[in-house]
């Protein structure tokens, strides 16, 4: 794999962020991060982050940022557009996040295929502790800020991602990767960024089943 290009799938949040650190340990060269946004473009799908936070990530992980809007229903449309302007700039990989879920697993390598991408998945059969484990051993910076309240308890909403979050959440019976959409991360700090993003989070905001911690660029900082 050294010396090949990519463009990363990039959610903003440690599975992700684990992936690319994964793909450059490696030996691979990232030329791009893809973000998929809500249809209104102003927040990240499942992570609700800004334009602007996204950007700021880009800006230190040194890579330019391609976004699409969509709505679930055009997802995979636009996806497949995505990949195929990556292709047709002459990136012929695609680094993804996709821990052991096989239905995830093979839509990303159905639909890359369409394009002609090969996908590329660094953390696949990990165990989800050891990725956990990696991801703040390695130095990375996450916070929680998206919970799912029927999965896990809205206290977790807007915390720093610890080693002591997560003996709390295995211990509780839940999930600490939060594979199966407990929870998402923003991650602002680590060994792939220039600099650490500097953030706030905002008053948390109620969307049915879901709380969600606001991330905002501190433009003071």
Same mark, same amino acid.
């Given at each position: 794999m050294k010396n090949t290009i990519f463009v990363s799938s990039w959610s903003g949040g440690k599975d992700s962020a684990m992936a690319y650190y994964r793909a450059l340990k490696l030996g691979m060269t990232p030329k791009k991060i893809l973000t998929m946004f809500e249809e209104d473009g102003d927040i990240s799908k499942s992570h609700?982050?800004?334009l #602007?936070?996204?950007q700021a990530q880009a800006e230190r992980l040194g890579v330019p940022l391609f976004i699409k809007e969509t709505s679930w229903n055009s997802y995979e449309n636009q996806f497949i557009g995505a990949m195929d302007e990556f292709r047709d700039e002459g990136i012929t990989h695609g680094v993804f996040g996709d821990?052991?879920?096989?239905?995830?697993? #093979?839509?990303?390598?159905?639909t890359c295929a369409k394009s002609d991408i090969v996908a590329v998945h660094p953390l696949w059969q990990e165990p989800r502790?050891?990725?956990v484990e990696e991801l703040l051993d390695a130095g990375f #910076?996450?916070?929680i800020v998206v919970v799912n309240t029927s999965m896990m308890?809205?206290?977790y909403v807007g915390k720093q991602f610890t080693k002591e979050i997560v003996e709390e959440l295995e211990a509780a019976g839940i999930d600490s990767c939060g594979e199966n959409g407990e929870f998402h991360t923003v991650v602002v700090d680590g060994p792939i960024f220039s600099?650490?993003?500097p953030v706030v989070v905002g008053e948390l905001v109620e969307r049915g089943d879901y709380v969600f911690a606001p991330v905002l660029l501190n433009k003071k900082s």
């Amino acid at each position: 794999m050294k010396n090949t290009i990519f463009v990363s799938s990039w959610s903003g949040g440690k599975d992700s962020a684990m992936a690319y650190y994964r793909a450059l340990k490696l030996g691979m060269t990232p030329k791009k991060i893809l973000t998929m946004f809500e249809e209104d473009g102003d927040i990240s799908k499942s992570h609700a982050l800004p334009l #602007e936070v996204v950007q700021a990530q880009a800006e230190r992980l040194g890579v330019p940022l391609f976004i699409k809007e969509t709505s679930w229903n055009s997802y995979e449309n636009q996806f497949i557009g995505a990949m195929d302007e990556f292709r047709d700039e002459g990136i012929t990989h695609g680094v993804f996040g996709d821990i052991d879920i096989e239905e995830h697993l #093979e839509w990303v390598q159905n639909t890359c295929a369409k394009s002609d991408i090969v996908a590329v998945h660094p953390l696949w059969q990990e165990p989800r502790r050891n990725i956990v484990e990696e991801l703040l051993d390695a130095g990375f #910076e996450a916070w929680i800020v998206v919970v799912n309240t029927s999965m896990m308890p809205a206290k977790y909403v807007g915390k720093q991602f610890t080693k002591e979050i997560v003996e709390e959440l295995e211990a509780a019976g839940i999930d600490s990767c939060g594979e199966n959409g407990e929870f998402h991360t923003v991650v602002v700090d680590g060994p792939i960024f220039s600099s650490r993003v500097p953030v706030v989070v905002g008053e948390l905001v109620e969307r049915g089943d879901y709380v969600f911690a606001p991330v905002l660029l501190n433009k003071k900082s």
